[in-house]
């Protein structure tokens, strides 16, 4: 077993999808797998999800090592960090699906957690004011400023300069039109 192995897919993470959809009353539309990264000091692969309210829960999955009944080694994964808003949660109760009891327990609890943090999630989200991003270039300073103006009045002299020159020179060729019989 590999961190790379786990996916949306993974019976740890749909087992804790299906709890946590029942506890919260809300649908997860968006279950997103991230990259293997190093997160308190083990490789961990993180499993985000996102609630239909907009609340995050995000799951860090590692593999573990334990014996069996009959003394043999097995790998298995275990969830050992869970942020919720962004925010590390500790970890209360037992996230590991092989006994379902205490399974459901554990993110029944997490559940009620986001749902009794819902309206503080809301309000905060209310208070958010939405930035428009910024278009065209960035600021300049007065220096800056001062010679673009500079370059763009001599663009302006040479085009004048150009222009004038077409001018006149089509002035010449309208009064030799007129001066032919």
């Not at 996916?7 to 959809?21: G, I």
């Not at 609340?55 to 573990?64: A, G, I, S």
């Not at 009794?116 to 905060?124: E, S």
């Not at 001599?154 to 002035?171: P, S």
């Amino acid at each position: 077993m590999k961190l790379s192995d786990i996916t949306e897919k993974t019976q740890l993470v749909k087992d804790f999808v299906a709890q946590l959809k029942k506890a919260t009353k809300q649908a997860i539309p968006i279950v997103e797998v991230g990259k293997v990264a190093r997160v308190s000091g083990a490789s961990a692969r993180p499993v985000n999800l996102v609630l239909e309210n907009g609340q995050t829960v995000k799951l860090f999955l590692r593999v573990v090592s334990a014996k069996n009944d009959n003394n043999k080694d097995v790998e298995r994964f275990d969830i050992f960090r869970i942020d919720i808003n962004g925010k590390a949660q500790p970890l209360s109760g037992d996230y590991d699906n092989s006994y379902r009891p205490a399974f459901d327990a554990s993110v029944n609890a997490l559940g009620n957690m986001l749902r009794t943090g819902q309206a503080t999630f809301d309000k905060k989200r209310a208070k958010q004011k939405i930035r428009k991003p910024r278009t065209g270039p960035a600021p300049k300073n007065k220096t800056q400023q001062l010679n673009e103006m500079l370059n763009d009045a001599a663009d302006f002299d040479k085009t004048i300069d150009i222009k004038t020159k077409e001018k006149e020179g089509l002035e010449l060729q309208l009064t030799n039109l007129m001066s032919q019989p």
